[in-house]
């Protein structure tokens, strides 16, 4: 697949603080492309900087050959859907999609194209304030779509979205994609990565983490067995210490209150052995959790961290 945008070492500051920093990942012609972290790590910061909301304090974004400096007019070929949305509440939704259409210019036939795509017109005539949240974030894709760009920018298109209004959404994206637009989607919610990326960029803390097929990802960073356990305060060292003496063939980390045991390969009964030894330090355990291999265990295993926190 061709190469469509590229990050080069993009970094961004706030004052003295890193947002990003030294930001590097392709996305390809027809692919989804998934940028997954948590809360914070930088996945807005990195869209509207794309978008040229934002202005990096250094590195560069090539659209093909094209440096995409602030202002260019390749930029157009970007379509940026916000996290907040943009819409005018008071609008309808076919009111909105002209009035977007006509700030950018849209062709004739526009909206009446992406009310259809998206499915929208049994809610055309409704003031955007009467939506439900799946349909409003429907209505934000329609402008997005107004631009024709060859890459959609999704920011966390699916919180607080329930999970059947979410699986619609994904049907969209899907359709989208199949029409020849090419997607970067941000969440971080897992299971939305792997149901629909071809490649995830992992995020964390303004740096990427890793970069493949979320099978490849799976395949070179979960292990067979990652057991979590909360605890009501964080262990005293002496315990950690223990642990990691009784149980050898666990790789023991700990992330504030949580306890991190890897194993490469299943081993039901260490559980309880844990169980016992916090029990013995008089350490209260307040969950115990089994992650299977999947993106999230992946998160964990690269950077110690859950993607929802706690
Ligand atoms: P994400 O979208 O992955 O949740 P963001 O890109 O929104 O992350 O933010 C990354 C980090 O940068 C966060 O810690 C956030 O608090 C911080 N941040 C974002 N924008 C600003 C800003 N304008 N000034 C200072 N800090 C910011
Ligand atoms: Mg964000």
New binding site residues.
């Given amino acids: 697949m061709a190469e469509l945008l590229k990050l080069e070492n993009v970094s961004c500051r706030?004052g003295d603080?890193k947002?990003l920093d030294g930001v590097s990942f392709t996305i390809r012609e027809g692919e989804i492309f998934g940028l997954l972290?948590p809360?914070?790590?930088?996945?807005?910061?990195t869209m509207k900087i794309v978008a040229g909301l934002l202005e990096q304090s250094a590195g560069a974004i090539y659209m093909g050959e094209e440096n995409l400096w602030l202002g260019s007019h390749v930029r157009r070929q970007i379509a940026m859907v916000p996290q907040e949305p943009a819409v005018l509440h008071d609008l309808t939704v076919r009111e909105n999609l002209d009035y977007f259409a006509s700030q950018i210019g849209a062709p004739e036939g526009k909206v009446a194209e992406a009310i259809m795509q998206l499915e929208l017109d049994r809610y055309a005539e409704r003031p955007a304030k009467f939506l439900s949240g799946g349909y409003r974030q429907l209505l934000n894709i329609a402008i997005g779509l107004l631009q024709s760009p060859r890459i959609l920018f999704l920011d966390e298109p699916s919180v607080g979205l329930d999970p059947v209004t979410r699986s619609r959404l994904w049907d969209k994206v899907l359709e989208i994609r199949q029409k020849g637009t090419s997607i970067c989607i941000?969440t971080h919610y897992m299971e939305e990565a792997q149901a629909l990326c071809d490649r995830v960029c992992l995020m964390n803390d303004?740096r990427v983490v890793a970069l493949d097929t979320p099978e490849n990802l799976i395949k070179a960073f979960a292990k067979a067995q990652l057991t979590i356990f909360t605890l009501k305060q964080e262990p005293e060292t002496e315990t950690i210490e223990l642990l990691r003496k009784k149980i050898p063939d666990a790789e023991a980390g700990v992330s504030g209150t949580n306890v991190i045991l890897r194993f490469s390969q299943k081993n039901p009964e260490a559980v309880e052995k844990a169980r016992t030894i916090f029990l013995l330090a008089d350490t209260e355990v307040l969950k115990i959790r089994n992650r299977e291999a999947d993106l999230e265990q992946v998160f964990i295993n690269l950077t110690g961290k859950e993607l929802k926190g706690n």
């Avoid at 809360?39 to 910061?45: D, E, F, L, R």
């Fill in positions: 706030a603080r947002i972290g809360n914070g790590a930088g996945k807005s910061t941000s303004g």
